[in-house]
């Protein structure tokens, strides 16, 4: 690795400073002579060992110029590979590639290596040959200045180190060069641009011998030093080389300040890691605590910028919290914040400041985008180095404003430097802050003060609104590297803000009223209390707690005739408000103790006016011109009688009202604003209806009445809002949809959530409670549109508690096509629409507590996660129609005692069919391959060994056709159900909770397995004495390798008292293995069980290892059955083949030979050494652990899958 840098610790956050690239390698290549052959191998090699490769497969027409699509992935890719063959230089396409790589090369630190394939090197270095004749054509054709160009940039990477194939074997040529691609990125940080690390190999080295990532036990890490010196740098380099090799990982960034300014704290912090760890977006699963949910986890963590105990103690308490082998690294100021925590001295690492060369190199790329200065800036830059004391941070501030200076600027800088005794960081970095426009200045300040974390787009408006010009300005700051941007908000460096904060405390060091910009608490106490404030004052930004509210007189805003930001709470005047400045443009104000505005007041030039909590009755009277105001939120403003008149608020983006209890009237001039994109009135309750005129809102995305208990109709046109894409009418008494909500082409999420005719008759409400037939039931239900079918776009729709009869959904249901998640929960129907099978796109589908459901017809092969929980009626469920193989499927049928009783084996049925459709994917895929080797006459007898990878391979590029990341879930099944005996489908049982499992030879080469299979028996015996509270329990299962108790699969099953399973449950997993996700090739691994939870008692396990003919049904003709059309000629090659996967029959012993259907021994015999029992203990208890011995193991009887 090349000298690289540590540059721009952004102590808490650098990571947005590096360069982030989209793919791993761009292949430049002549179409005609490689397309087919060389380039299509290398591409295979590359995506095979997870290298994210672009390869142009457009056909590119003559003329026509280079596509920007394509520009955009040579400039995202970290490596470019050039292959060099007889007619490259004929193609302009190719050379105006080659130029673009060559700039991004010299402009961005790309990676370029030629492959010369049948052609010299001289050959193209020179240009001779066929490259002089296709250059000559071209300048007869071309530009002559563009051939120039061409022909530079084909001598310049012809001169770099790369590959000559020669007469060498393409198969070893291609490995090594997909081999060396491998190890370069697996030595540096994928996100990193090589030129911004300097000094980065030393610093790494040490902290990698303290990390030791082979060895099991659990570390805890520190880097510790002072702000802008390399230490987030540091851990996102390592965190990028080797996060991937864990089961989970998390980088938490500024920690210190998300603890203490974010609104959720350290509860957001603990839910951003555990979803980052468990891949989670459902915030429900993160609830449980962190050692909790990583105990069994191997955890990759970095905790940047931790500040104090507290923080430590709520996301790495101790080192039992996370699985053998994690690693945590944390990055802090303070080192007896380590030691306290019980972190070793040897355990923590120092960071270093950079060395005089390092810091030369470093100063030198900012200053000159060089390794080192020229001559005539030599000795100054050594100066300023000496200066600056090695600190990155510094170096590449000062770097950066000094780029592109003469030499007597650069002296003027350093005559400057040497002016200042202490040589203080805030002096070196102000020098950039003193190059600044006067417009430049004051959005540096803003952002120091009020905007960091703030998104770029609302900060801007903010600023443009006061006069600035944030397009070009933003930009200026940034290149100056004075500001950051990260996921569209901006960041600075604590060192930068703190410069900022001296800066305006400098305007009037002992009197903060004359400040431009106050947010210290005692600062703004004392100028609203003794009235010290002037028109120097701009802005103020305060978040104070209850406990420390200020009181202040009527006048005290009076002298501030310049705010134009004010955003405060807890701020109380004695006697009313007569004053606040008519410059705001800005007006936060949380819990504001008025009923009124202050009657001077004029808001023309506000942008936001947030009074969330507040006592406002009315905003103001009449209507005003506000041109300019775009976002209006009163939420929880409990006194807000009605909305004020909102004509002269054309420009009006989001009003929010919710939570605003006396709300009761909609001012008719809502229909005006036509730009409005956000309406939320959720839960007003006393908002009886939506004025017609909201029909006109031609912008609006956003509908949110939920809650609105008293609102029983929409208006009829409501369809002419044809932009809305969110509607929610939950808990509203809407008993019917009109028949325009399905002209709203662009709706993408509609909730009836608990809509339907309020309960008035005491008896009704007991027989719902009890879950009884009402009277009349069928009436009172939300009455449907007769069809569907013009909501093309609906992706999430929720009918759940809607008191739907039967017959009440449409049956073009299925026309939804876009439809991803559909809850029926909690309805009266006895069957659904058998058209639900054609939403192809349906994922998750809720139907619990629909105790009079009978059947579940036919279910779309996209289906991820069932929950039918509490159908006590439910007797028949046909399952999906097929397999989508990206997704786990999750099947909740809990409490289906009717089912179980119509069909004992219903959990093996649907892992068979599931099963099959895996099968009949694979066997699909075979054939075509064998067709297409049987219309080229070749022979499938012959060689038919060595065809055995290529036709896995042919098999997991067609499933996984463009994913270059394998994801992160394999298509597993987990099916939750009544029963109390584990099936007998499953080999071998036991009451142990570990297992050992011998893998079949070469498992990972065999197409005929298909992986494992698990079920857990349990049960629930209800625990009165445990508050409802604790009544959450969870069923673990992981499967751990043999090489550093690396879990190879996990999952978990939750669930509370309203998911409550009553008495004895199974829990079945089965587990894929592809060769394609697991290049590994483990020969062990181990099955561990646990289950969680007051009175929640693990009972036995059963296991079995799944071949293919474990897929057959008898009554469908085997797992070729319906679907896979084979000819009768091909059939018995085609069997052949697959005979030859894998070699022979899997077996674990010598001593057992492998009968019928991959079968070990007879039912007698005992268990073959392929599954060992390492202990036994009961979870549910908490003790001990007993050991068993393999004879107590359950066989059960007939036909025994190999093991």
Known sequence: MAAMIMSTDAASSSSSSAFRWKYDVFISFRGEDTRKNFTDHLYAALTQKGIV?????LKLERGKPISTDLLNAIQGSRFSLIVFSRNYATSSWCLDELLK??????????????????VDPSEVRKQTGSFHKAFADHEESANKDKVSKWRAAMAEVATLSGWHLQNRHESTFIQEIAEEILRRMGHSSSTTVVNDLVGIEPRLEEMLSILEMGSKDVRIVGICGMGGIGKTTLARVIYDMFCSQFEGFSFLENVREVSKNSGHGLTGLKQQLLSQVLIEKDASATRFSISRLLKYKRVFLVLDDVSDSEQLEALAGSHDWFGAGSRIIVTTRDKHLLEAH?????????????????????????????????????????QIVSYAGGLPLALKVVGSFLHGRSVIEWESALKRLKQIPDKKIFDILKISYDGLEETEKKIFLDIACFFQWKYVKTVSAILKSSGCFPDVEIGVLVQKSLIEINNKMFWMHDLLREMGWTIVSQESPDEPGRRSRLWLHDDISHVLTEKTGSEKVECIYLKTPKSKEIRFDADAFSKLKKLRLLKIQGLQPSKGLDFLSNELRVLKWRGYPLKALP????????????????????????????QTLKVIKLSYSRYLIKT???????????????????LCELHPSIGDLRRLIVLNLKYCRNLQSLPDSVCGLKSLKTLDIHGCAKINKLPENIGEIECLEELDLSDTVITKSPSSIVLMKNLKKLSFRGCKEPITKPWDFLYRAFCLPAFGQGSGGLVLPSSFSGLRSLTNLDLSDCNLSEGALPSDIGNLYALTNLDLSRNNFVTLPSSINQLSQLKKLNLKYCQQLREVPELPSSIEDLCAHNCLSLETLSGPSGLNLSNNRDFKLNNCFKLVENNQNVAVALLRRHLQSMAKLRLQLVCSLALKLADENQSLNRNILALTKIIVRFFMDAVFKGVHDPPAHIPALVIYLPGSEIPDWFTYQTTSTIMGIQLPPNWYNDIKFMGLAFCISFTLHEDYTKPASEHVYKIIFSLV????????????NNFGRETLAVGDHLFLIYIPFDEYFQKRTWPHVEAHYACEGPGLEFKSCGINLVFFKDAEDPTQGGIFGEGVNISPGLLPRLTSLLNTF???????????????????????STAPSGVEESCSHSPSHGTGAEEESIDTMTKSEGTVPSL
């Open 101 to 118: 790589i060559v700039e991004c090369m010299n402009d961005l630190g790309q990676t370029v290596l030629p492959i010369f394939y049948d």
């Open 342 to 382: 019980g972190v070793a001295e040897k355990m923590i690492y120092k960071a270093k400041e950079l060395i005089s060369d390092e810091a030369l190199q470093l100063l030198s790329w900012k200053a000159f985008k060089l390794n080192h200065p020229p001559e005539d800036y030599e000795k100054l830059s050594k």
């Open 599 to 626: 009657l001077s007041f004029n808001p023309e030039k506000l942008i936001r006016i947030s009074m969330t909590h507040s006592r406002i009755e009315q905003l103001w009277k009449g209507r005003l011109q506000l």
């Open 53 to 57: 490769t672009f390869r142009d497969d």
């Open 644 to 662: 004020p008149d909102l004509g002269g608020a054309l420009n009006l983006k989001k009003l929010i009202l919710e939570g605003c209890t006396n």
């Open 1142 to 1164: 894998g070699g022979s029959p899997a077996t674990i012993d010598n001593s057992h030979e492998a009968g019928p259907s991959g079968s070990t021994a007879s039912s007698g």
């Open 1041 to 1052: 390798s043999n090489n550093g108790n690396y879990i190879i699969r996990g999952t978990q």
